[in-house]
Each structure stands twice: as C-alpha cells, then as structure tokens.
C-alpha cells in the first residue's frame, strides 16, 4: 500500500499513475502511425515517456490518447514497490486481450520492470512484443523494426553514459507554464530497500550545457517554472573532458536561476547526506529558486536508518533540518517515510513518529515496506514485520502527517503569497490554480483581471484545508 497526502508538483504524481500522453504543444505534422504511452512511477519515468515521443515523433509516430487507433502501445513502468508492478501487469493482460482482435498492435514495456524483468515479460508471459529498459530507448526504432517483422526485441543494457542530452523532450499534457527537466539518471547510493541502482543503473550527470539550452528553450516558448529532475540530484557534478569547467549542484542551481528572474528554479530528490551549505546559500541569494525542499527521512530510528544504508544518524538529519530553516526560515520541507522496514519495533517506530513532528512537514509521501527482489535489504535481512503491523504504523505515520499539513495550512491564513498561475482550478474555470515558493497550491477567483497561465499575483490567503489554500488576489506582479 503506498499513499499521501497531497501532490505538489511532487516526484510521484499517483493521481497521474497510468495517465495516457498527448502532445501538449500542436503538432502540424501527418503520422502515419500512431503510438499510446501510458507512465508509472516517478517523475523521472513521466520525463523520460517524453523522450521516448521525442524519438517516435522522428519514426513517423504521432501520439494519441486513445488505445484503439494506436499501432504501438507502450506501458512505461515502475519497480519501486510491489504494488506497482502489480497495477502493470493488470494493464498488460487487457492489452494482451485487446490484441486478440488487433494482432498487428505492438506491445512494448519500458522502464524499471523492464529492466528488472528482462526476457521474462517476452518468454515465460508472452505478454509484450518489446521489452526496453531506461538506457536503450534509442534502439526503439530498430526493436519496432524488428518486432514489426514478427521477431521479438529485447535491449536493457545499462549504460555509464546515457543522459539523452541532445534529444529535445516532446512536452505531453503539460499545462505549458512547468515542465520536468532530467539532470542526471540513475543512481550511486545503495538504498538497501531499493531496486533504482539495479533498474536505472550508475549514476551520470548530464552536460551543463545541454541543461541550460533546454530550461532557455522552455523559457522562450512561455514556460515559467522547470523542475530539476534526478535520484540525487545534489549529487550532481559534471566536468568537461579537459576538467576547465566543473559544475556542481549548486552551480547549476546558479546558471538556470541566471537564465531570467521570471522562471521558477524546483528540483527534487535531494538526499540529505548530500545537500550541502552551497546548495542553500544559492537557493537563498536567488528569489527564483523556490523556498522547498524534498529531503526524505525514510525512518526516524539511527539503527533502522543504519540498516538502510542511508548512511545519517537521526541528529544528523536533525541538524540538517536546523540547518535548512537557520538559512531560510521560510523553506517548505517534505519528506518520504517507510514503515514496517526489517526489524523495526515499536520503538524505532515511535522515533519515526516523533522525526514528523519535529520536521513539521508540509507533506509526506508514505509507505509501508515492500520487499524488492535483489535489493540488498531482500538479500540480507528477513522481511519480518508482519503486513498488519507494517500497515497499523503506516496509519499512525499518515496521522501525524495530516495533523502537520493541516495546522501548517492553517497557518497560511492572513498571509500574502506571490503565486505563478500554471491552469485552472480543477472545480471551476472561474478560479485560478497556482503555487506559491513553497510548492503550496492555492486556488483563488479571476475576479476582473485580464490574467493569463504564466503571469505572477501576490494572493491574501483566507481559508485552508490540509492540501489547498483559498485566497483573493491583492496586486499583479509586472
Ligand atoms: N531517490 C529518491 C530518494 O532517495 O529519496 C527517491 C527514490 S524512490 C523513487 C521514492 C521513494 O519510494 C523513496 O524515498 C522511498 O520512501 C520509497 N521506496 C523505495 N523503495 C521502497 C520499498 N522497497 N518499499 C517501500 N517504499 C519504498
Ligand atoms: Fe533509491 Fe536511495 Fe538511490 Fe533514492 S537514493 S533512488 S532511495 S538507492
């Protein structure tokens, strides 16, 4: 069972788990074919189905939101818990009956499950025609070739050097104001619980370059607000082959700031062994990088973080919170929290409780512990907390969650916020649907004013819930 609170433009957009991509911008061009993609997981995965476009779009693909006109269908999937794989598999058996009556669809699995499943999906199941993992979605034109003449096509070779920084992402179902830009891909950290190291491979950081190009583009066609996107993305360091110019996270933070005050700087996943001062001085000096921070917990307990391999004490984290809110008081932190791990008593259990109360998170992402085959929590350590209990202290986390999310709502009540207005709000087209730097999603009426999506106000918060705030604009940001 996975679930939160709320979805703040946040890693896992679960409301978003299975959505089927259309091209956001209009795309004049005449396809002969058409492909669905529907994306699971991480944002990393939803980014990546835009990549995967990006490469179709030149074979001759278009995109379509309807399965029955598509000549290939590709399910883009996640691994990081049980339950994930499960909700594929359930989709991969319709489409396989689908098939029935439309033999010439293809079939092809991408992502995570991929490359943890490999030739199993294609021999034992018979259920895909391609199985593709997240290094290898250029050979996606030579796979449908092959699979087109009637021969199955496999490629989950991982990669040292893959960031696919020349390929331009087709923007699907964007709202056009914020978009999702990849860093780096993979992963170095060894998370005991987690299968990413095995199914996103070695951690690469993209060229710079490549980075400030696309947040640049993004810019000129009317975008305001990129997400930096990567598993660790504080660990981000890329250096040219000569070593002239070395850029950190921070750095890089720096550079896309730079591009123009009027585009809004987030990034997630930081880990927070890895966040360092310079990371929050820049965040602070520039008021384009928004006020937020995603630093998962994973549990409260020094022992249970110790057999995680997160390699942070719980004052150690603490410090780092102190840190945090000693730079910049009015940073958002949020985090993730996995109950039931291998071992955890009731104690260590409590300590996870007390760490949300202390974090006073806006919001958290919680879990109860999925065993992952392979990973080496699986190979180590027996899974011997029983589903009930795992999901008793599941229930207790998300109370002491909601409990902060609200009173940290609450407490918005009175106070002005400059918010970029990315669409309409989801009950009605006479309100407005926007987030403040803290990554808060607050709703509030057109009123008169000739705005559009893209454009700054400062709203007066006048009511709450624990996800949304409601609020009237005050003044129009030039
Ligand atoms: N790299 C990011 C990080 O370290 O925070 C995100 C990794 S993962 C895509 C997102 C979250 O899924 C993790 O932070 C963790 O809370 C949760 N997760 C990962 N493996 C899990 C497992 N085996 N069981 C339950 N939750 C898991
Ligand atoms: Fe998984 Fe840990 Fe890497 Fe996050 S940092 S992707 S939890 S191994």
Same mark, same amino acid.
């Given at each position: 069972?996975?679930t939160?609170?709320e979805?703040? %433009?946040?890693v ?5 788990q299975?959505e089927?991509?259309?091209p956001?911008e209009?795309d004049?061009n ?6 669905y993609?529907?994306?699971?997981g991480?944002?990393m #995965?939803?980014?990546d189905?835009e990549?995967? &476009?990006s490469?179709?779009?030149?074979? %001759?693909?278009g995109?379509?939101?309807f399965m ?8 883009n ?5 049980d339950k994930?794989e499960q ?6 058996n319709?489409f396989r009956?689908f098939?029935k009556e439309?033999p010439d669809?293809l ?5 995570c499950?991929?490359?943890r499943?490999?030739g199993k999906?294609?021999?034992e199941?018979?259920?895909v025609?391609m199985?593709?993992?997240p ?7 030579n ?6 003449g @009637?021969q199955k ?6 990669s ?7 390929? &331009?992402?087709?923007?699907?179902d964007?709202n %056009?104001?914020? &978009? ?6 993979g992963?170095? #950290?060894?998370?005991t619980?987690?299968?990413v190291?095995?199914t996103r ?5 993209r060229?710079?370059k490549?980075i400030i190009?696309?947040a640049?583009?993004l810019f000129?066609?009317g975008y305001k607000?990129?997400?930096?996107l990567g598993?660790n993305?504080d660990s981000?360091y890329?250096?040219t ?6 850029v950190?996270f ?6 896309v700031?730079?591009?123009?005050? /009027? ?8 880990h927070p062994?890895?966040?360092t ?6 965040? &602070? ?6 006020k937020a921070?995603?630093l998962p917990?994973?549990?409260g307990s020094t ?7 997160r390699?942070?004490t719980?004052?150690?984290y603490m410090k780092?919170v102190?840190r945090?809110?000693?730079i910049m008081p009015?940073?958002?932190i949020t985090?993730?929290i996995?109950?039931?791990f ?6 260590d259990?409590?300590?996870?409780l007390?760490m949300i109360n202390f974090?006073?998170?806006?919001l958290?992402?919680?879990?109860s512990?999925?065993e992952?085959p @392979? ?5 180590r350590?027996?899974?011997?907390v029983?589903e009930e ?9 998300i109370d002491?969650q ?7 709502y609450?407490?918005e009540?009175?106070?002005t ?7 309409d709000?989801?009950r ?6 926007g987030? #403040?730097?803290?990554g /808060?999603?607050i709703?509030?009426?057109? %009123?008169?004013? #000739?705005?559009?999506?893209g454009?700054y106000?400062?709203?007066?918060v006048?009511?709450a819930?624990? @996800?949304t705030l409601m609020?009237?604009?005050?003044e129009v940001v030039?």
């Amino acid at each position: 069972m996975s679930t939160m609170l709320e979805l703040q %433009g946040k890693v896992i957009h679960e409301e978003r788990q299975g959505e089927a991509y259309a091209p956001f911008e209009l795309d004049s061009n005449e396809y002969k074919k058409k492909f669905y993609i529907e994306s699971y997981g991480c944002s990393m #995965n939803f980014n990546d189905s835009e990549i995967v &476009a990006s490469i179709l779009n030149k074979e %001759g693909f278009g995109a379509t939101k309807f399965m029955e006109e598509a000549n290939l269908v590709l399910l883009n999937t996640c691994s990081i818990r049980d339950k994930a794989e499960q909700t594929v598999r359930n989709r991969l058996n319709i489409f396989r009956s689908f098939k029935k009556e439309r033999p010439d669809m293809l079939i092809g699995v991408l992502g995570c499950m991929a490359e943890r499943l490999k030739g199993k999906l294609l021999e034992e199941e018979k259920l895909v025609d391609m199985v593709i993992g997240p290094d290898a979605y250029r050979s996606l034109p030579n796979l449908i070739a092959e699979a087109e003449g @009637g021969q199955k096509g496999v490629n989950v070779l991982l990669s040292r050097e893959e960031t696919y920084s020349d390929i &331009a992402p087709v923007r699907l179902d964007s709202n %056009g104001v914020s &978009a999702f830009v990849s860093i780096m891909r993979g992963c170095n #950290n060894m998370c005991t619980f987690c299968v990413v190291p095995f199914t996103r491979g070695r951690e690469r950081s993209r060229d710079a370059k490549s980075i400030i190009a696309e947040a640049q583009d993004l810019f000129d066609r009317g975008y305001k607000e990129v997400t930096l996107l990567g598993q660790n993305v504080d660990s981000y360091y890329y250096t040219t082959h000569d070593s002239e110019e070395e850029v950190t996270f921070a750095k890089l933070l720096e550079m896309v700031a730079q591009i123009d005050p /009027k585009l809004r700087v987030r990034f997630s996943t930081s880990h927070p062994k890895d966040i360092t001062d310079d990371v929050l001085f820049t965040m &602070a000096k520039y008021h384009n990088i928004c006020k937020a921070i995603h630093l998962p917990v994973q549990s409260g307990s020094t022992r249970i973080l110790q057999l995680m391999n997160r390699t942070y004490t719980r004052e150690w984290y603490m410090k780092k919170v102190e840190r945090i809110r000693e730079i910049m008081p009015e940073c958002a932190i949020t985090s993730d929290i996995i109950t039931g791990f291998c071992t955890e008593t009731e104690e260590d259990h409590q300590y996870t409780l007390d760490m949300i109360n202390f974090g006073k998170y806006d919001l958290s992402y919680m879990y109860s512990y999925s065993e992952r085959p @392979g990973t080496l929590a699986q190979r180590r350590y027996a899974d011997d907390v029983p589903e009930e209990v795992k999901k008793r202290r599941l229930t207790e986390v998300i109370d002491v969650q909601r409990a902060w999310s609200a009173k940290n709502y609450e407490q918005e009540i009175g106070k002005t916020f400059e918010v970029l207005i990315e669409a309409d709000s989801r009950r009605s087209d006479k309100d407005w649907s926007g987030r #403040n730097t803290q990554g /808060k999603v607050i709703v509030f009426p057109k %009123g008169d004013y #000739n705005l559009q999506k893209g454009d700054y106000v400062l709203v007066k918060v006048n009511k709450a819930t624990s @996800g949304t705030l409601m609020g009237e604009i005050v003044e129009v940001v030039g």
